[in-house]
Every structure is written in structure tokens, then in C-alpha cells.
């Protein structure tokens, strides 16, 4: 980058000097606000300016922001004193969650230590636990092709001769949870598959949302709580998110006190 020319102190000082005197022309006569540039809000927009051309403003682009930051600044300032962010939904949320990410910011700014996450990690054992999972095989019978399908089905039980239907997926999966089934064959197939034993002889039949099925389930995998160590990036952050949302609550109970709310009286019923 080439040097930092708005650092020098005479260039300094001619921009403040600059804008005092925009400033001073520009609102005059009682009441008049001051606006107080300094040189780090000069710094801080040449830096903006800079990541963002990839390269430092001139004399004039800095001139033309500094314009602007003015103009912004003296309508921010306006808007507050006609009470335009009163009733605006968006500047309303925007500010509230400014204040909510500063209270999280101090909620987590200390790095837990590594026992304090263990526990967390126990406490909430269901959060880091791999469900049941299933591998198995099936034959597929369309409805469409066959009058009777699953009646087709329970022959091919016996009759390794009925192969079945082309199938638009996979044949044959491997370690798949009871929610991956589902996605894959629908909660129904999902639910009856998980009801099943494994065993290397056809079992069956199960409707699916596209037909009927008979699977051959070849290993059932139990559900397990995973160590510490194979998720101890997740704790962290979910311990982080937690201590947030703790945080969030207890600032605003600690306001809500400060408050007395009065509701409107309820209105008449009629006799």
C-alpha cells in the first residue's frame, strides 16, 4: 500500500480544519450541535475505502466521504430529534440486536475450562448421541406395473425368481439412521423397517411412498453416546450458545424490574 498520506499531520489538519468550517456554515444561530470529527473517523473511512478498492483515497474521494459521513451523521441526528425511530419496527429490532450481541459477546468472552465442558457434554448426552442405524437390502414392486403388488411382494418372500421392479434409488444401504430411511422411502417404510430384526433371509413386505418392498436387513447398528473428544467442537459451541441465551435472559429480568407496566383496562362486556 502506498503511505498513509492522511496521517500526516498538516493534511490532518487541513481536513478537520475543512470540515469545521462546513460545519460552521452549514448550521448557525442558537441551538447549534456540534459535530465532532476526529481523526480516527477520518482513518477509519480511509481504511473502509481502502479494503474495499484496494487501494487508498485520493485528496477528493476522502473529501467526498467525509462529506458524507457528515450528511449522515446531521440526518441520523434529525431523525432522533423528530422522533422518526419511535415507531420504525426495523430500526426498533436493529437496535435491539445490537444490545443483545453485546451482552453475548461478554457472555462468552472467557474460554471455559475443559471440565466445565465435559459436564455439559454429559449433562446433554442425548444432544451427542449417533441414533440406531440399518443396513440393508431391498426388492422393489411398483403399484403401477402390477395389479397386486404387495401380493406380489409376499410371493417374492420365497421365490427368489421375483426379482422386482427397476427402482429409481439405490438398492442396497448402508448405516442409515430411521430418519435417513425416511427421507429416502418415507416414515412409514422408516417406522416398519425399525421394527424389524436382522436377519439374512427377506423380510416383509413394507409399503413405502412409491410401492412395496421386501428387505433383507443384514445388521442393525446401536444408537451410542459419542466421547468427548469426537465432538468436543460442538460442546463448545453449543456451551457458548447456551451461555448466551443465559445471559440474554438474566439482563432482561435484571431490566424488567426497572419497569412498571401498565396494560389497557379490559373493555366492557355488554349485559
Known sequence: MTARW???PLVTFGVVG??????????????????????????????????????????????????????????????????????????????????????EDLAVSDMPERTTLEQYHQQNSDNYSLPKRYSFQHRYFSSDRRGDAKQVAEQA???????????????????RSEREVGDLFGREFAAALATLSAKQKWQGPLRSAYGWHVVQLSRVTPSRMLEFTEVQDRVLADWQQAQR????????????DRYHVQMPAPAATAP
Do not use: C, H
Not at 441465551?245 to 424488567?256: I, V
Open 157 to 175: 418372500l420365497t421365490d427368489e425368481d421375483l426379482i422386482g421392479d427397476p427402482f429409481m434409488l439405490q438398492k442396497q444401504y448402508a448405516q
Open 18 to 103: 475543512m470540515l469545521l468550517f462546513i460545519i460552521a456554515g452549514g448550521i448557525g444561530g442558537d441551538g447549534q450541535s456540534n459535530i465532532d470529527v476526529r481523526t480516527e473517523d477520518i482513518e477509519r473511512l480511509a481504511q473502509q475505502w481502502s479494503l474495499q478498492m484496494r487501494r487508498d483515497p485520493s485528496a477528493a474521494e476522502l473529501d467526498g466521504l467525509l462529506d458524507q459521513y457528515i450528511k449522515e451523521e446531521i440526518y441520523y441526528r434529525e431523525a432522533l430529534r423528530l422522533g422518526l425511530d419511535r415507531d420504525d419496527t426495523i430500526v426498533r429490532r436493529r437496535m435491539l440486536q445490537k444490545l443483545t450481541f453485546l451482552t
Open 6 to 8: 492522511y496521517r500526516d
Open 245 to 256: 441465551q443465559a445471559a440474554n435472559e438474566e439482563y432482561y429480568r435484571s431490566l424488567r
